[in-house]
Structure formats: structure tokens, C-alpha cells
């Protein structure tokens, strides 16, 4: 799995421009790709459950993805989410 | 996927739409049926029927699906009358939810840009009614 720590800075939060975009891109690859924030998880493939997550400023999310194109993915989502947030960890970690 | 958006007032669809746009892009036909005949707040069963028709398309761009979202009252009664005058074979890829207008319109329009289908997107409108609009709501 592949796996990236965020916090989204953005003054507004993951507004829904954004977020819809982020679907968008996310539903591109066949990997599972998975928000979390907290103890809550949502399919990044679903803008209504990324909306349930109520991701505001200062929030820390992370994403994993899982499957045959989860670094492209994760890289991808990572661009797409630059403007609004701050990356955690630096790097992408590896987990079995 | 199409949707159609219904509501007693022109404005408000025509700003739904526009916001609809702006989220989910413009890949996915959106029609709407906004106020009566004659331009004031209502809904027109005919204005309905006519949004509907649009959002199926014709034997070129034949929608898969169509997701219908209304706002109150005597729109869902105008819609059935609407509805009622569609060949069987349109009125069966044509699906009315009862999620909220404007949530419902934009999770909706952003799950059929990725090319979710008429179960799917009928879902996500339908959950839409759940979603917190504040942090711990």
C-alpha cells in the first residue's frame, strides 16, 4: 500500500471545487484509493464521502492507495491537492 | 448520465446549474424546469416533460440514465404528470431522487463526470441528504 500524510492549509478547507476535482482524478486510476481523517475513512472515488469527512483547515489527512497504479495515483492526488495543503511526512511510505 | 433539475423558480435552476458546472464540468448534460409557463414562481408539468425529453437526448446522444432533482411540494406532483407522458422505453432509464436539490445536483453531476452509472449516481444524490454541513452535525 501505498501511503501519504497531508495537512490541508487551504483557508477554506477541501471546498468542493477542489474536492470534485479530486474525484475526478482519483477515478482515473483502478486502485483503491482511501481518505482518511481521524478515525473516519472515505472512497476517494466519492465526492459524498469525501464531503462527510468535513476535512476543514489544519486538518491532517492521509491518503492510501491500493492496487497495480497506487504510485501514480498517490503522486497524482498529492499535485492535485498542492495548492490547498502541506505534505506531512515529506515522503511517500511503504507499507506492506 | 443526464440530470434534470426542477424547481418552482427558473433562477434558482439556472444558478444550480451553473454552480453544477462549475464542480462536476461540463461533460454531463444538465436540463432544467424552473416556474410556470408564463414565468412565474410554480412548476409546469409540460416545461418538465420537455427538460426531461432533452436530458434522454435523441438516437445520437441517448443519455444511459436520468436523474431527476426537485425542490418542494407540487413539483413532485408535475413531475409525475411529466413523467407519465414518456414511452415506456425512456421513462424506464429515467429515475426521480429524493436527495436534496443542491447537494443531490453537485455529488451527482461529479459522479456521472467519472462515469458512474444511473444506481450510482441515484445513490450518491440520495446520500447526500446526510452529510454533515458543519463539523460534528
Known sequence: ?96 | MSLVLVSHSRTLVEGLREMVAQVAGDDVRVTIAGGTQDGRLGTSAPQIAEAVRAAIGGPEDRAEGVLVLLDLGSAALSLELALEDLDPADRAIVRVSSGPLVEGAVVAAVQASVGADLEDVAAAAADALAVPKVPGS
Open chain 1, 1 to 96: 500500500m501505498e501511503r501519504r500524510a497531508l495537512t490541508i492549509l487551504d483557508p477554506s478547507g477541501l471546498h468542493s471545487r477542489p474536492a470534485a476535482r479530486f474525484v475526478q482524478v482519483a477515478s482515473r486510476f483502478q486502485s483503491r484509493v482511501t481518505v482518511r481523517h481521524g478515525d473516519r475513512a472515505a472512497d476517494a472515488k466519492s465526492l459524498i464521502a469525501l464531503l462527510g469527512l468535513t476535512i476543514r483547515p489544519g486538518s491532517e489527512i492521509a491518503l492510501e492507495a491500493e492496487g497495480p497504479d497506487a504510485p501514480d495515483a498517490i503522486a497524482s492526488l498529492t499535485a492535485e491537492l498542492a495548492p490547498f495543503a502541506a505534505l506531512t511526512t515529506g515522503t511517500a511510505v511503504i507499507e506492506s
